[in-house]
């Protein structure tokens, strides 16, 4: 499974991205897809994630101004943002959560991860 993200670049602050990520190759079943960030000397963290079934997860500092979406015919993520900030500045990765069957025909699950993309808010 390759996942291609797309559409980070330099904004101001108060502007606005979209960014893309579709997932290819041989999956079995998408649990969930969605978006995680890494600024320069920080941890990893959620972004938002959006299920199959619809439910949505959004980090506290992104409410309101961020919105998930999927194609799920296409495998694909959206990341609308909004009113960004600098503080959103970082590398964007977009991450699958999918389900692999084994050899023995077990279902487990299974992250898969983007290149990554970069966001940059300027003040």
């Known amino acids: 499974v390759q996942l291609q993200?797309?559409?980070g670049g330099l904004v101001q602050a108060g502007?606005?991205?979209r960014l893309s990520c579709v997932a290819s190759g041989s999956i079995?079943?998408?649990n969930a897809m969605g978006w995680y960030r890494q600024a320069p000397g920080k941890q990893r963290e959620l972004v938002a994630t959006k299920t199959t079934g619809g439910s949505t997860n959004y980090a506290d500092s992104v409410k309101g101004r961020f919105t998930v979406s999927r194609d799920n015919a296409k495998n694909t993520v959206y990341l609308q943002m909004n009113s960004l900030k600098p503080e959103d500045t970082a590398v964007y990765y977009c991450n699958?959560?999918?389900?692999e069957i084994s050899d023995t025909g077990t279902y487990y699950p299974y992250h898969y991860w983007g290149q990554g993309t970069q966001?940059?808010?300027s003040s």
């Open 5 to 7: 993200a797309s559409g």
């Open 15 to 17: 502007g606005s991205l």
């Open 28 to 30: 079995v079943s998408v």
């Open 96 to 99: 699958a959560n999918v389900w």
């Open 119 to 121: 966001v940059t808010v």
